[in-house]
């Protein structure tokens, strides 16, 4: 195709000219200064800043046999940043000790990890999904099977663990956060 060389051709390629030098002038601008300040393009938010603390609640675990026991909780969320987080909830009553131990991570709406409950002797990995307001987790290690989901919001939370291959068939608990 050939060039137009009329002055409105003319004109009209100055014009472009101009604006790419002038679109590539603020891109560089903004470039630099993202890489002054350090900013990154952002990623799926990670949601254990607002998990970090201490919960209070209570909870109910059913056992091997259809047993269902009543139990008062606490949990204490630990992070290092954003990406990694320890999860540590102990229900108990007089008969029975929940005691579930996790060390996550997250990136970019992924969690990987490890668990352990330690009064029914089971430990595995985690692996799952996570957004601004739920973990949806699977849980595994040798016979054990299950899920693990945190649903919250402010200062409210919901953790519910089902197992299979366990005495410990699962456990629902509401917490509130303390303080």
């Given at each position: 195709?050939?060039?137009?060389?009329s002055?409105?051709?003319?004109?009209?390629?100055?014009?472009?000219?101009?604006?790419?030098?002038q679109?590539?002038?603020?891109?560089?601008?903004?470039?630099?200064?993202m890489?002054?300040?350090?900013?990154?393009?952002?990623?799926?938010?990670?949601?254990?800043?607002?998990?970090?603390?201490?919960?209070?609640?209570?909870?109910?675990?059913?056992i091997?046999?259809?047993?269902?026991?009543?139990?008062?909780?606490?949990?204490?969320?630990?992070?290092t940043?954003?990406?990694?987080?320890?999860?540590?909830?102990?229900?108990?009553?007089?008969?029975?000790?929940?005691?579930?131990?996790?060390?996550?991570?997250?990136?970019?709406g992924?969690?990987?990890?490890?668990?352990?409950?330690?009064?029914?002797?089971?430990t595995?990995t985690i692996?799952?999904?996570?957004?601004?307001s739920?973990?949806?987790?699977?849980?595994?290690?040798g016979?054990?099977?299950?899920?693990?989901?945190?649903?919250?919001?402010?200062?409210?939370?919901?953790?519910?663990?089902?197992?299979?291959?366990?005495?410990?068939?699962?456990?629902?608990?509401?917490?509130?956060?303390?303080?």
């Amino acid at each position: 195709m050939a060039a137009d060389l009329s002055p409105v051709g003319i004109v009209l390629e100055e014009r472009v000219v101009d604006w790419v030098k002038q679109s590539a002038g603020a891109l560089a601008a903004g470039a630099m200064a993202m890489a002054l300040t350090g900013a990154t393009p952002a990623l799926a938010d990670s949601p254990f800043p607002s998990l970090v603390g201490a919960w209070s609640g209570k909870g109910t675990a059913r056992i091997e046999g259809g047993k269902n026991e009543k139990l008062s909780c606490k949990g204490y969320y630990s992070g290092t940043g954003n990406n990694q987080m320890r999860l540590n909830i102990i229900c108990a009553n007089p008969s029975t000790k929940v005691e579930l131990r996790s060390q996550l991570t997250y990136a970019n709406g992924r969690v990987t990890g490890t668990w352990e409950e330690r009064n029914f002797n089971q430990t595995g990995t985690i692996s799952g999904s996570a957004d601004e307001s739920k973990l949806r987790l699977n849980i595994g290690g040798g016979a054990l099977n299950g899920q693990l989901s945190v649903s919250f919001t402010g200062a409210k939370q919901s953790v519910s663990l089902s197992t299979q291959g366990s005495a410990l068939k699962g456990v629902n608990i509401s917490f509130a956060r303390n303080g």
